[in-house]
């Protein structure tokens, strides 16, 4: 089996090929990016004569088809809008499988921020993922899309709970990365960049689409705001979240849902602290000025709060995972529940957020060159991963200690 990884020299993509270097049943991982410097680092890192560097810019399109002759599937862990469609667009055309992380939901692209998303021939956004879809399908080829933590672990455990009762009424996906409980407390925000903070910023700041009343309906990010205990794996913390986006599949391919969101988790006061900011314009694009200069206030933020937020000695980061699942079985209502609390590797190097993104991404592209995964176009985690292969999905997350707790109540 061969795999190649868009995006190598990232740490995703790096815990991606880490992954896959431990599996005998992958004899090759080739790795890409612009700078071999980095691609070489990566290597280093994860000590493994299977990996093969190919270094490639993302506007090569010859360059990125040629290479995909020579492997079985790919992942994409690229950092951006218009790099990740790019990449996903050569690889439809070529009939070649891929899994992207990317938390938006290819076949309806975010109309806001789009991040350099170049349009062929005129076309809008929507009709633009439909025709990567239409692509996909015409090509025989899989686009395994948004699969990571959230999203992905998020909706497969719902999508796995939809299928297992009768009748669906309202699912709720809490997630998030967090720093370790002793770290919280030496930063601001009680937070820890383990991934871009200017994407954090932005889902803070955006209108999103949620499901409500059966309805898909657009609500600001940040609504919804609520405090939970965690009580599993032995812990008892409080943690609060509030709406963001996430899991954008969902409108699409669950609306008998009357209620859905996905909400980001983070530790008391952080919540409150980004309302603070939000209601001072210090979240806003439009530049002010002050004393002369042009300043746009969440630039200036994120210029002035990001090296305080970076990680210190010692610091670590934890993954959690809280969904619930409302509905009915046989008549009887009742409550499906979804835990998860992931804690870092420090030993290897990997935070929990490249185990719970990056491990979930290499499971699912070793079933994907296997052959596992049946469904052509673009297919989210939801409707990739089910039934059987769901079963095998947890099993291996649980090989790396990543584990999903279910709890069924009657209501």
Not at 5 to 21: N, P, Q, R, Y
Not at 74 to 79: C, D, E, H, K, Q
């Amino acid at each position: 089996m061969k795999i190649l990884v868009f995006g190598g020299s990232g740490k995703i993509g790096s815990a991606v090929a880490w992954d896959l270097a431990s599996d005998p049943g992958v004899d090759e991982i080739g790795i890409t990016g612009r700078r071999r410097e980095a691609l070489e680092r990566t290597k280093a890192w994860v000590r493994s004569e299977k990996i093969k560097i190919h270094v490639l810019d993302v506007e090569d399109r010859e360059g990125h088809t040629r290479l995909m002759q020579h492997y079985d599937a790919g992942a994409i862990a690229l950092p951006d809008r218009r790099t990740s469609y790019r990449t996903a667009e050569y690889a439809v055309t070529a009939g070649f499988n891929i899994v992207d992380m990317l938390e938006e939901y290819h076949r309806r692209p975010d109309p806001v921020e789009v991040e350099g998303l170049i349009l062929p021939g005129g076309m809008t956004l929507d009709q633009y993922g439909d025709w990567l879809h239409e692509q996909a399908i015409r090509k025989g080829a899989t686009f395994l899309d948004g699969m990571g933590f959230a999203p992905g672990l998020s909706n497969i455990t719902l999508g796995q709970g939809i299928r297992e009762i009768d009748e669906a009424e309202v699912a709720v996906a809490r997630v998030g990365g967090i720093p370790e409980k002793g770290a919280a407390q030496r930063h601001p925000l009680r937070y820890m960049i383990t991934w871009a903070f200017d994407h954090v910023l932005r889902e803070y700041m955006i209108r999103l689409k949620v499901i409500r009343g059966g309805k898909v309906v657009e609500v600001d990010a940040g609504c919804d705001h609520e405090s939970f205990q965690f009580t599993q794996f032995g812990r008892n913390e409080t943690l609060e979240c509030a709406v963001t986006p996430g899991m954008p599949s969902f409108m699409f391919s669950r609306p008998q849902l009357k209620e859905f969101s996905e909400k980001t988790v983070r530790w008391p006061g952080h919540w409150q602290a980004i309302f603070a900011f939000k209601e001072c314009g210090l979240l806003d694009l439009e530049p002010i000025q002050v004393e002369g200069a042009r300043i746009v206030p969440r630039q200036f933020l994120s210029a002035l709060i990001t090296p305080r937020l970076q990680p210190k000695p010692g610091d670590t980061d934890v993954c959690v995972m809280y969904n619930t699942l409302i509905g009915k079985k046989n008549g009887k209502k009742i409550k499906k529940e979804y835990f998860m609390w992931d804690e870092a590797d420090p030993e290897h190097g990997i935070s929990s957020m490249m185990r719970a993104t990056g491990f979930t991404v290499a499971i699912a592209v070793r079933m994907l060159a296997a052959g596992k995964i049946k469904e052509r176009g673009i297919v989210p985690p939801e409707d990739g991963i089910y039934g059987p292969l769901y079963d095998e999905f947890i099993r291996e997350l649980a090989r790396r200690n990543i584990i999903i707790r279910q709890v069924t109540t009657p209501l």
